[in-house]
């Protein structure tokens, strides 16, 4: 039996047509999820790209122990796990920040390839060569823009003027990556493969005809990778519907290709003995709560409720929707129990295989999210609290401050825009409680 687990960068769950989306265009995920189970409440734990990896690899919770680093060198991390146990390991991805000096992303695979050039990797070293960027860029006149953003951007696009056609965009260079590695080196039974694609992460530029798909009438400037922070005073509101196009547009671009990938693994007599997960790290901002990207460590639905697909290899499960909450801590697990070798110790997630089966009807009465030494949150089937801790930095109008609670009812509000904190202060209380207790009881030994 095989695993394959398929991960495209800040995909909201809100973004794909099996998720109620209905109008952006996702038939092959859509396809896929009605021949898999459907997970319609996982939130990812540890935010953003790196923690959330590290929570996929070791079945762990980061939250109350690390941020954005490298694995540790003791780490029980999955791929080390499977391939002590016999399986043939690989990583593809196109994810710069796992090939950044001194990360260890790449530990434990016996193939490893990085498709190199994505957002600010320094790949094209061209330092002479100018670029034009005011028709794809927009700076909001601080000092970061000429000390950090604009040189950020400028290298991405050298890095991307190599394109000559829909293949040498990013999606295309990892799909065709994982395709090759499948019909040349790949064993046919005890295959674990991670395909880890950096779209819809920003920059939002996919090919034609996705980069005027939900926005044909546009005329403005083609900002495709804002300065992530706050709209007001920086974006207009036709600029921010735009972006939100655009990443629509990639959304579909990576749906196209994630196809791609499905049927070669199905031409190659893979499909029928493959556990197939489709997932993401988190979700992203596109001007929801006057924010543009990740620019805030807000653990709010819009980034840590994500999509999750599985395919079980038996079949079972095929068009099941799971509505109990689920965490990324139980992606591990899952895919040991699927394999019937036993998690590494210290797991703290729980296979997801008992809900696929039908044969649990919930895992656990919550989630936590959130950012490390930021802000912790905590879900149940009703509400959603938040906790903004001492190393929040608010600006200085924003009410999040260091030690503040917000609280939502998530049936009646599931935008989150009622904070009722001072009108129930009861369950706040018992929530943050619980999330208190709970945190300081996990253990990473």
Not at 40 to 60: D, I, K
């Amino acid at each position: 039996m095989n695993v394959v687990v398929i991960v495209a960068d800040s995909l909201r769950y809100d973004h794909l047509g099996c998720n109620g989306n209905d109008w952006i265009a996702t038939p092959n995920l859509d396809a896929f999820a009605a021949e898999g189970t459907r997970f319609e409440r996982t939130y990812s734990e540890g935010l953003p790209t790196l923690p959330t990896r590290t929570t996929y690899w070791t079945g762990r919770y980061t939250l109350p122990f690390r941020g954005w680093q490298s694995p540790e060198p003791d780490d029980p991390l999955l791929a080390e796990h499977l391939w002590d146990k016999g399986y043939t390991t690989a990583l593809i991805t196109d994810v710069y920040h796992m090939h950044k000096p001194g990360m260890s992303f790449g530990r434990g695979y016996d193939a490893v390839r990085f498709v190199r050039g994505q957002e600010y990797d320094p790949w094209i070293v061209a330092p002479d060569e100018t670029v034009d960027d005011t028709q794809y860029h927009k700076y909001n006149g601080v000092d970061d823009d000429e000390a950090l953003w604009r040189p950020r951007f400028r290298q991405y696009l050298k890095n991307v003027s190599v394109r000559r056609s829909e293949d040498d965009f990013f999606a295309p260079r990892v799909v065709n990556e994982a395709i090759r590695y499948l019909e040349s080196d790949a064993p046919k039974d005890g295959l674990f493969l991670w395909v880890d694609l950096f779209d819809p992460h920003e920059p939002w530029d996919p090919p034609p005809p996705f980069d005027s798909m939900y926005a044909p009438e546009y005329s403005g400037q083609v900002l495709i990778d804002p300065i992530p922070g706050f709209v007001d005073g920086y974006l207009t509101a036709e600029e921010v519907q735009h972006i939100a196009a655009l990443y629509a547009g990639e959304v579909s671009f990576v749906d196209k290709w994630v196809g791609k990938l499905f049927e070669a693994m199905r031409r190659l007599g893979y499909w029928e003995n493959t556990l197939v997960v489709f997932t993401t790290d988190h979700g992203e901002l596109l001007g929801e709560r006057g924010c543009m990207r990740k620019a805030r460590p807000w653990p709010y639905e819009e980034l840590s409720r994500i999509p999750l697909l599985l395919k079980s290899a038996d079949g079972v499960g095929a068009g099941r929707r799971v509505h109990t909450i689920t965490q990324t801590t139980d992606l591990l697990p899952t895919i040991c129990e699927a394999l019937g070798i036993e998690a590494p110790a210290g797991v703290h997630g729980k296979s997801l295989l008992p809900l696929v089966r039908g044969e649990k009807l919930k895992l656990r009465e919550f989630a936590v999210s959130g950012f490390h030494g930021q802000s912790w949150s905590l879900r149940n089937a009703a509400w959603s609290f938040y906790l903004w801790l001492p190393d929040y930095a608010a600006v200085d109008w924003e009410p999040r401050k260091a030690g503040t609670r917000e609280l939502y009812h998530l049936a009646l509000d599931p935008g989150e825009r009622t904070n009722l904190v001072w009108d129930q202060p009861a369950i706040a209380d018992r929530m943050e409680l619980q999330l208190r207790q709970f945190l300081s009881g996990l253990r990473w030994e």
